[in-house]
C-alpha cells in the first residue's frame, strides 16, 4: 500500500543536499524494490514536512517505525469532498468534472491535497436519516 512516512530531520539535515536526502530516506525502506521489481520510494519531502512516500506493507511500516527518526505513517489515500459544500466552502468553482487547469484564478498555480474538519462530529450536510 502506499504510504507516506514523516521524519524528523536528521542531525546536520540542513546541510545535505535532495541526492543525500533521498539516500537517507531509502535508508528507512527494507529494499529498494517491491515483490513486483517496482520502485518503492516514490518521493521525498523536503520542503514543509521531512519524510518520503513508498510503497510498505503493514509488517514493513511496523518496521520502519523502530527506527531512529520515525514520527509517523499513515496511508496515502485519495479523499473526495465529503459534503455538498465542500468547493463552496474552500472558494472553488462549484462545477464537477471541471479540470482546476481551467478554474478562474487557480489555473496551474497547485493544488489543495488536504482539508481536515475535525470539529463537528456530525454536521447536518451528510445526514442521510430518512432516506
Keep these: ?58 509488517e514493513e511500516v511496523e518496521q520502519v517505525s523502530a527506527k531512529l527518526g520515525f514520527v509517523q505513517a499513515f496511508p496515502n489515500v485519495i479523499r473526495y469532498p465529503q459534503t455538498t459544500w465542500t468547493l463552496v466552502f474552500l472558494g ?4 464537477v468534472g471541471e479540470s482546476p487547469d481551467d478554474w478562474p484564478g487557480f489555473g496551474s498555480l497547485g493544488m489543495i491535497i488536504s482539508v481536515i474538519n475535525d470539529g463537528i462530529a456530525q454536521p447536518s450536510s451528510v445526514n442521510d436519516a430518512g432516506f
Excluded: K, N
Excluded at 504510504?3 to 537517507?24: F, H, N, S, T, Y
Design 1 to 58: 500500500m502506499p504510504c507516506i512516512v514523516l521524519l524528523e530531520p536528521p542531525a546536520g539535515g540542513q546541510d545535505m543536499d535532495a541526492d543525500a536526502d533521498r539516500a537517507w530516506h531509502q535508508s528507512f525502506l527494507p529494499s529498494m524494490t517491491t515483490a513486483l521489481g517496482e520502485s518503492r520510494l516514490q518521493r521525498s519531502y523536503l520542503t514543509l514536512v521531512h519524510g518520503f512516500s513508498a510503497q510498505l506493507t503493514e
Design 92 to 95: 472553488l468553482p462549484y462545477h
